[in-house]
């Protein structure tokens, strides 16, 4: 299998689901949902941790910004899987589908470097509701020191406009932190800030943003251990 950087983590991102809000309820924990309800009331500026899925060791918390009318998101895990092998993960054209929560399609616009990306993501949304897309420029680097890889996804304006039937995501900006470790595994941290943008009202936007990022989060964990990113081939060295 060939893998390109026309696919790249905040593809990786794009970890968008247009569900209708209480999708969140299918989460192993239910009662983290009434809790995450509960809890948002009661944002401000600092971090407020909101869902605790201990048995995957994922914090996610949230804040107000009041730049912005959904709130700002940030998760914290340890993936299980060397750093080159969770990059080639999320670089894989074939197998996106498998992470990155109700994808329709990823398209590369145009490349750059192999660092630097634009891309059209679409997700799809349930039956009634308009399909979305967004126009990402996705960077990918590692310092050279510290052997840290981040990944920044913000979405721009001036590529393509919204295709028929499809709603242009308000807001898209991810930044992913993933950090080795002497044991082999890697401390993962990803801020971000999703906005669906169209009829969906910010306290919906806010559900959405929570069950996406979840879901698209556990299944990158899962999917980076496959014995298919053991070895990968990518387009620029990555260092454990």
């Known amino acids: 299998m060939r893998l390109t950087p026309s696919r790249t983590l905040y593809a990786c991102c794009l970890l968008i689901s247009l ?27 600092d971090w407020k941790l909101i869902h605790h899925d201990r048995r995957r060791h994922i914090e996610f918390y949230l804040r107000k ?12 895990t ?12 999320c670089m894989d054209v074939d197998h996106m589908g498998q992470w990155i929560w109700h994808l329709s399609s990823a398209t590369l616009l145009k490349q750059e470097s192999p660092n630097d990306l ?15 897309d967004a126009v990402i420029h996705t960077h990918i680097a590692q310092d050279s020191k510290t052997h840290v890889v981040t990944l920044t996804t ?5 590529y393509i406009p919204p295709g028929p039937g499809l709603v242009r995501m308000a807001k898209l900006q991810m930044n992913w932190r993933f950090t080795p470790r002497s044991d082999g595994r890697v401390d993962a941290e990803m801020v ?6 169209g009829r969906i009202p910010a306290w919906t936007a806010n559900i959405i943003q929570h069950s996406s990022l979840y879901y698209s989060l556990k299944n990158l ?13 990518l387009p620029f060295p990555i260092v454990q």
């Open 19 to 45: 569900s209708l809000a209480g999708s969140w309820a299918r989460a192993d924990d239910s009662s983290d949902q009434q809790s995450y309800q509960t809890e948002r009331q009661s944002l401000n500026n």
């Open 192 to 197: 971000g800030i999703i906005d669906p943008g």
């Open 65 to 76: 910004d009041s730049n912005y009318r959904v709130s700002v998101n940030k998760m914290v």
């Open 78 to 89: 340890i993936f299980d899987a060397p750093l080159a092998s969770i990059v080639a993960a």
């Open 221 to 233: 964990m899962r999917i980076s251990q496959n014995e298919r990113y053991s070895n990968p081939a």
């Open 154 to 158: 913000e979405s721009v304006d001036g």
């Open 118 to 132: 634009i891309i059209h993501l679409v997700i799809s949304s349930p039956y009634g509701i308009e399909d979305r």
